[in-house]
């Protein structure tokens, strides 16, 4: 692209001369890179000579070496996306006349000026939401357009006056902040760039929409409701970046965590930040989260049903405390020559006071073992007596204090629990009683035959979500200063109150779009699910532009949002390319290995998805033709990516082939939900294949 004349005074007027001068400000920007990159390979090398002690040493290696693994982040990628030129109206205040380039992290000159701003810093703000109708005091805002090799190459710019003035060849700018369909066309080409490999950051295309969002403050939680395309996960990735690039002492504290669907998901998303400068980052699936036992059981629809219901936080909280019970007698403690006697009406007082704490279970044990001896201490001291430290630990591992423990008070885990629950039907219709039908107590119970005993017992996917409850319950796991969930709306509430068990001191970035609920327990109201989440107050904001899927597809999508029975609003794609192809085929998989074929004359992905069922048969056919193709995971080098409908969430392909969608929407209970996904994971192209008559909402 042949690049417009800078509007700056001093440019050069010839379009050739200004980009020359652009590419040696790269250079420049490219060495002061490098020697930042010196300098902390140095500081990592003598890092252990110059600290004071073995602790501080290898606390200070693993920061340098981070600092290292930042800088390295591809070095010879673009430097900088975007240039701001402030004028001389008074909205310009303290940057007068400055022109600063923006880019995915800061680099310093040898004397520590600032050559690259981070895309983070406040002053970057303006590079985002500056308008014509605000221009925020800038007169100019310059995008560059890069190869895609490495080391990345300037190919030309793009500015936009926000002032109102012409640009110096008499061509007109490109208005900012005009409607959708005014986009930059280097903005346009980068969100339309062939999507290959694991997903891009977006720190070029941000829209001020979605910048409010990113910059939304660290104790405020928000709810994303955004359409196919429109962004939401990279919003919530991100905010995560701004939020640890602003608050990073208090993040250092907490951490982020970072919740996606299912490890495909994640690899996905992995590169995101670190490409944004930010390397530790937790990124983990809901069963990660939860962690513990491995899955050897298969549960019942019916009984994952119950084990989802956030009934089930009561009941687990009923069985829990059902086993503690109130004294019934004194407590006699020997010591030496004397019996120290504690009324079972000082017991019975400790009790009540202790259970009207609402602490954590195994933190009120001990804080019950701890009035004990207290007790014990005031009876000694009614003798004269000083009781040492010594003593007052021996009391309260003496016998006698432990036995009363383990009648009043008893510990457990939360393994021994639910197997008490599922395996003693007295234990869950006394814990039950009032809340679960006699038919749900009835799925849950183990069937003759199971193992009856923590020790011997299986676990179900469900299971080990009732065990993170019942391990909150006894103490506070730890948590994290932010936490980011994505596909949100497929969680159960009791998955949720995991997540919420987490962020009981942080904030959420709350990702998700209620029309691709796809689990039996799936969200339809963002309300209720944000008080399972513990943020009842979060706003929920929609993002309705759809930026990464065209018009074409959407329009096709949006006939199933009637059946999806969920109020949302349709996403409405910027982009008026790509193509949609509705073929009817007698023989699925040859015309499934034609379809690939021709979708690898293109550039960029091809998912092939279908009903889980299918694929195998699908899979095959295309590699009897010679295709070369990879499963879920991936596989670097390779194009073809055989999908099943179950796992295509959150994943996107530049050219995506649905095979016989009515199969997809007969699979599952929410098949129309699950359809709906597997339609807007185009980028591009979409082509439907099928021998079987189309859902109705797609016919014609």
Known sequence: MAPPTSAHPTAPSDPAAALAEEQARLASARKALARMLDTARLRVATGASVAGDRYTAETLGRMLKSHVKELAEEPDGPLYFGRLWFGDSPAAGEHRHERYYLGRRHITDESGQPVVIDWRAPISRAFYRASTRDPLGVRERRRYGWTGRHPAELTGF????????????????????????????????????????PMRDIVATIQPEQDDLVRADLDRSVCVQGGPGSGKTAVGLHRAAYL???????????GVLVVGPNPAFLRYISAVLPALGEVDVEQQTLAELVGGNPVGATDSEAAARVKHDPRMATVLHRALYHRTGEPTGPLVVPDGSYQWR?????????????????????????????RVVGLLQRRAETRTQTPSGAWLRRMARCRPVTTFLDEAWPATRPEELLALLFGDPAALARASAGLLEVDEQAVLRWPPGRPRTARTATWSAADRVLLDEV????????????IVVDEAQDLSPMQCRAVARRSRHGSLTVLGDLAQ?????????WRDQLAHLGQPDAAVVPLTAGFRVPAVVLELANRLLPELRVVVPPTRSVRTDGMVRIRAAVDLPTATTEAVAAALGYAGSIGVIAADARLPRLVAALRAAGTAVAGPDGDDGVRVTMLPASLAKGLEYDHVIVVEPVEIVEAEPRGPHRLYV??????SRLDVLHHRALPPALRG
Not at 184 to 192: N, P
């Open 517 to 525: 609920g796809t689990t039996p327990w799936a969200a339809s109201d």
């Open 678 to 683: 597997v339609l807007t994971r185009a980028v």
């Open 342 to 370: 504690v009324p079972v009406g000082w017991l019975r007082r400790i009790f009540t006071e202790v259970r009207a704490e609402a602490l954590p279970y195994a933190i009120g044990r001990e804080r019950l073992r701890s």
């Open 244 to 254: 640890l690039y602003t608050h990073r002492r208090q993040m250092k504290r907490g």
């Open 471 to 482: 391990a909150g319950l006894l103490d506070h796991p730890a948590g994290y200063r932010h």
């Open 158 to 197: 793009e500015d936009e006056i926000l002032d109102g003035g012409a640009s110096t060849d008499g061509t007109s700018r490109l208005v900012a902040g005009a409607s959708a369909d005014a986009t930059s066309r280097l903005v346009a080409a980068e969100i339309e760039r062939p999507r290959v490999g």
